[in-house]
């Protein structure tokens, strides 16, 4: 393994956000209201929640993104800092930091609406403005939750310097297919998976009719569906049934270890950070799934999403009864 190479940072362009959280004993329907058990606030947002992943993990990493004027954008910027996350790239603008609302249920299933505040400032040119840090960058992660614009810039940056780009497509929504041809790694959760692969004309909606969707084939149909739309590999995100990895030939499901389920909040992030270091780290990419699914299954038995994220001590003794 090249140590210089392997020693890169790992460079995250997304949200900084402030989660506001309240447990309940279910995800409340349509016009209801229900009576919360607790709140609490914690640092948030895909992009901040994948660096300090990485953090957590021990691998230099370096954040672009922006938050506002408010408290909250301070106690984030301080916040990161701790952790190890380098803020190079965060700026703070005039106005409202990013926010998420999240109601997480006794069965640790969650549901969220995210206000973008400050995130929605983050341009191509903001991004452009970055480029030294992106082209020196081991690996890239990116989410959906700043402008497609600063993505899709993000993305030609990272094609031009050969970076290898990691995309989670969240919130799901349309995108080009020539932004798609430039990701390296695509990382839909199933809903996300559905929509790229239904929104290209892949009718694997009707697979999913009268099934969980833990059939190997309907999983394997739906990746080479989402595959097919241009990225070189595919990490379909399958909760609490792990993962299912689609790249060159390989097709293969990754299964959660046994843990006691408390909050799933940014499981997704843990996976994404820790799955970039074990790429950088030079394990093949079966293996990176395997350490990434081991690192979103500790997340889960913890509150919060930043801190949730494990160490690489954690990861690898989570691992080590199964080798």
Known sequence: MDTAKAMRPIVVVGSINMDLVSAAPRIPMAGETLLGSSFQMHPGGKGANQAVAIARLGHPVE??????????????????????????G?????????????????SGENCIVVTPGANAAVSPDYVEQHRSL??????????????VESVERLAEICAEANVPL???????????????????????NETEADFYANYAGEQ????????????????????RAVLAQGPA???????????????????QQVKTLPVDVVDTTAAGDALNGAFAVAMMLGKTPLE???????????????WGAQPSMPTLDEVSQMLEPSR
């Open 233 to 251: 590999g595919v990490i379909l995100k399958l909760g609490s049934r792990g993962a299912y990895l689609v790249f060159e030939g390989v097709a």
């Open 63 to 88: 954040m672009i993104g922006m938050v506002g004027s408010d408290s909250f954008g301070e106690q984030l910027r301080l916040h990161l800092k701790s952790v190890g996350v380098g803020l190079a």
């Open 288 to 302: 990176s799934v395997q350490f990434a699914v081991a690192a979103a299954s500790i997340s889960v038995t913890r």
């Open 166 to 188: 990691t995309l989670d497509p969240a919130p799901a929504q349309a995108l080009s297919s020539k932004l798609l041809q430039r990701i390296r790694w695509f990382t839909p």
């Open 134 to 147: 992106i082209r020196n960058a081991g690996m890239v992660l990116a989410q959906l939750e700043i402008p």
């Open 204 to 223: 694997t909606a009707a697979a999913f009719q009268g099934s969980d969707g833990s059939g190997a084939a309907v999983l394997q149909q739906t990746a």
């Open 90 to 106: 965060v700026k703070t603008v005039e106005g409202p930091t990013g926010i998420a609302a999240i109601t997480v249920a006794s």
